[in-house]
């Protein structure tokens, strides 16, 4: 049985040039905490060198899990690091967008909250196309799910793993947010949002665009059906 407080999954998608700047400012800044952890990058869809190079970074660091999948997808990279991870709360986030001191300080107020979800609401985006896209996305989300957030897809999200463990997890693809986030109110849990500045992307580049986000607004429909 593990004794890691938290377990923190970060999908890495063609990222092989970020992933040693990724692993170094993930490390320092975790090992700063009092509360044992694990990090779980899962490489997915992608095969390039970071496999090889996060090996290299982390072979003397039990506290480093790495796992590579064949299939793209980021629900089904964040499922995966679900099902293996072995902390009392389960964070997974955007790595390529995500300020690591936001992170730290909200693992730090999921462990006296461990009966809600605490999950962040970028409160700034980087061009007018993707917030008016936000918006009609949302907008979705609360007419069909009634889910009271404003950001959906918002990461970091931490999660209890006790919370988690009451419901499957069926999204592979970028629906898996507003599935959580709809099962979780479903079940009458508690959600807390964070407000996070979010204008640019640390590594990488986005993979959304207009044809994936129009697949994600019809992919609500759908998911409907199953929830």
């Not at 190079?53 to 064949?70: A, Q, T």
């Not at 999660?159 to 479903?186: G, Q, T, W």
Request: aromatic fraction near 12%; charged fraction near 25%.
């Amino acid at each position: 049985m593990s004794n890691n407080l938290y377990s923190i999954i970060l999908p890495a998608y063609k990222q092989e040039n970020q992933i040693s700047l990724l692993y170094e400012t993930y490390v320092n800044a975790l090992s700063l905490l009092s509360d044992p952890w694990e990090l779980i990058f899962v490489i997915n869809g992608q095969k390039d060198n970071s496999q090889k190079i996060l090996e290299d970074l982390s072979k003397h660091d039990p506290r480093i899990k790495i796992h590579y999948l064949e299939k793209g997808g980021w629900g089904r990279a964040v499922k995966y690091g679900v099902s293996v991870a072995t902390g009392e709360f389960i964070c997974y986030t955007n790595s390529a967008r995500t300020n690591i001191d936001d992170l730290i300080l909200m693992l730090k107020y999921a462990k006296i909250n461990d009966k809600a979800i605490i999950k962040a609401t970028r409160i700034v985006r980087e061009s007018f196309f993707r917030k008016f896209g936000s918006i009609l996305y949302n907008f979705g989300n609360r007419f069909l799910f009634k889910t009271p957030v404003w950001d959906v897809n918002g990461t970091p999200k931490i999660i209890p793993r006790k919370m988690l463990d009451l419901f499957e997890i069926v999204s592979d693809d970028d629906l898996i947010d507003a599935e959580i986030m709809a099962r979780c109110f479903k079940s009458k849990m508690m959600i807390i949002e964070i407000p996070v500045i979010s204008t640019t992307r640390i590594s990488g580049k986005s993979t959304t665009n207009i044809r994936s986000a129009f697949k994600m607004y019809w992919g609500l429909f759908k998911l409907k059906k199953i929830i």
